[in-house]
């Protein structure tokens, strides 16, 4: 299989992540298989792990490639959105994909696009550049987590992976992948395969478990179940322990070393995850959560992590989501709530998102500097107060900021 470029005819990368960028989602595999066709089909030239659901998926699947890479594999993780840096998406043994094969593989893919007069999205050109990096990088696994989906997702041109997995399935996307969870799963089972064995959570809803095994029989997959434990895990909050939970299944099942498990699941950290930005004076936390499985997620945390503390909940969403859902889960632990617009055209108006909100302490900023600053006056009032980051991934940017208005804690 041939994977190097054939014309390096240098293309500057963000110029053409806004060229494809402007196709927004487009449903269907016949671009995305077109695509890695011509490529030499590198999806099907390593072993893969593929990972959908509703959350837990980008922690499953770092925790699991954490794992392999314990175990002495070479492993690729291809995990979506990014946080911090476009090349986070694209790793090795954890290594981010080097700025050199970022430019060689993205002119392979755009002059094999442009060979074949197809036009591909943003996520097909990750999914692809993804398939060929692990490639040519000679891993033995890649873990692969889908988009948003499952049967129409561009990761699902993998032939026959090594595991599926189906994290806890909720109500999200719902106007692209269905309106009840029942479709939902049926949509995000797209990726079991005829004989692949699939794991998924004890905790899984009644309706999606009911869905899955319905498919399972039919395909003659073997279902594990996770089960229940306390696991020493990084990552914090009740829902990681059930995330971790499928983590262990699956790499029991994979055969690995129980010390390469729980080395895994002590030293996994991610952004965007109930991520602690600074420690104290004042605590502050990002977590990117944006439904309602994820809002009551970070209400519990907060009530078992800090009980009785003032939090002012910084929140920015995107308008497609489900905001009322996010927030009538979270708001009963929040003190005082701040609106703020994510860094993307599919931003909520502060003013819009403060709308939803009945608590009397409740400001919209549509610019983040006067919310920052808010943020430092509100802190200065309330010196037992913490500060909560929430709502999207594409609050990222704001993250710095933020932390930059208050000074170091003291050694």
Same mark, same amino acid.
């Given at each position: ?294 809002? !009551?997620?970070? #209400? *519990?945390? @907060?009530?078992?992590? /800090? +009980?009785?503390? $003032? ?84 609050? !990222?940017?704001? #993250? *710095?900021? @933020?932390?930059?208005? /208050? +000074?170091?804690? $003291?050694?």
């Amino acid at each position: 299989m041939s994977i190097l470029p054939k014309n390096d005819r240098s293309v500057d990368i963000d110029t053409y992540l806004q060229s494809v960028r402007k196709l927004g989602i487009l449903p269907g595999l016949e671009r995305i298989r077109a695509l890695c066709a011509s490529l030499g089909n590198p999806q099907d030239a390593v072993k893969t792990i593929h990972v959908a659901g509703t959350n837990g998926k980008g922690s499953v699947c770092t925790m699991i490639a954490n794992a392999l890479t314990n175990s002495g594999h070479i492993v690729g993780l291809y995990t979506s959105p990014p946080v911090y840096r476009f090349t986070a998406q694209f790793q090795v043994n954890g290594a981010e994909i080097s700025s050199q094969n970022l430019q060689s593989l993205t002119n392979r893919i755009r002059c094999t696009a442009e060979s074949l007069g197809i036009q591909v999205t943003e996520f097909e050109f990750c999914t692809a550049l993804a398939f060929l990096h692990f490639a040519a990088s000679g891993c033995d696994y890649a873990v692969i987590e889908t988009g948003m989906g499952g049967a129409g997702d561009a990761t699902n041109i993998i032939a026959k992976p090594a595991l599926t997995i189906l994290t806890e399935i909720s109500l999200d996307h719902m106007g692209w992948l269905g309106s009840d969870i029942a479709a939902i799963t049926r949509e995000k089972c797209g990726i079991l395969k005829q004989g692949v064995p699939c794991i998924t959570s004890y905790a899984q809803h009644p309706e999606a478990l009911e869905v899955i095994q319905s498919v399972c029989a039919n395909l003659g997959c073997e279902l594990l179940r996770s089960e229940p434990g306390l696991w020493e895990c990084a990552l914090a909050g009740a829902h990681m322990q059930r995330n971790a939970a499928i983590v262990v299944c699956a790499c029991r099942r994979l055969g690995l070393p129980e010390e390469s498990i729980a080395a895994a699941l002590r030293e996994t950290t991610l952004p965007g995850r109930l991520e602690t930005l600074r420690d104290a004076d004042p605590t502050i936390l990002y977590d990117a959560g944006h439904n309602a499985a994820a809002g !009551a997620a970070v #209400a *519990a945390y @907060l009530q078992e992590r /800090f +009980p009785g503390r $003032a939090i002012l909940a910084l929140c920015g969403m995107c308008r497609d989501k489900d905001i009322a859902a996010y927030l009538s889960a979270l708001l009963p632990r929040v003190t005082a709530f701040a609106t703020v617009e994510p860094v993307t055209s599919r931003a909520c108006p502060a003013a819009e998102l403060a709308a939803f909100s009945e608590i009397p302490d409740t400001r919209a900023f549509p610019v983040f500097a006067d919310a920052a600053a808010y943020a430092k006056s509100w802190c200065a009032l309330h010196t037992d107060g913490m500060i909560l980051l929430c709502g999207s991934f594409y609050l !990222a940017p704001f #993250a *710095a900021v @933020l932390r930059s208005c /208050f +000074p170091a804690p $003291a050694a």
